[in-house]
């Protein structure tokens, strides 16, 4: 059963910092790109970063980067993807998911989803 198991959100204050999980197991995630996305009240899902399978590339939206970086460790059975964000704004406030990125494309999410993970940001 594929499983992806968000946590780390919380409440900080805009300027802070907070590291995102995504615990990823059930299937051969190794192999796949995996990314991150969010979701803040009122607005659709939106693509915030992505990693390749073996962690050679990243990619941004252009809102975050400079501040979030994505890593990601394939050593265990359980392949691990972070999101380290800094300098946090309010517009970052939402909830943040995990997901396999769909082959050939950087920024398209594909399979199913976790619960996600709160982040709100306070000015």
């Known amino acids: 059963q594929v499983q992806l198991v968000e946590s780390g959100g919380g409440l900080v204050q805009a300027g802070g910092s907070l590291r995102l999980s995504c615990a990823a197991s059930?299937?051969?995630?190794?192999?796949?790109?995996m990314g991150w996305f969010r979701q803040a009240p009122g607005k659709e899902r939106e693509f915030v970063a992505a990693?390749?399978?073996?962690?050679?590339?990243?990619?941004?939206a252009d809102s975050v980067k400079g501040r979030f970086t994505i890593s990601r460790d394939n050593a265990k059975k359980t392949v691990t993807v972070y999101l380290q964000m800094n300098s946090l704004k309010p517009e970052d406030t939402g909830v943040y998911y995990c997901?396999?990125?769909?082959?050939?494309?950087?920024?398209?999410?594909?399979?199913?989803w976790g619960q996600g993970t709160q982040v709100t940001v306070s000015s």
């Open positions: 997901a396999v990125i769909k082959p050939g494309t950087v920024d398209s999410p594909f399979g199913s």
């Open positions: 059930g299937r051969t995630f190794s192999k796949s790109a």
């Open positions: 990693i390749s399978w073996n962690g050679d590339s990243t990619y941004y």
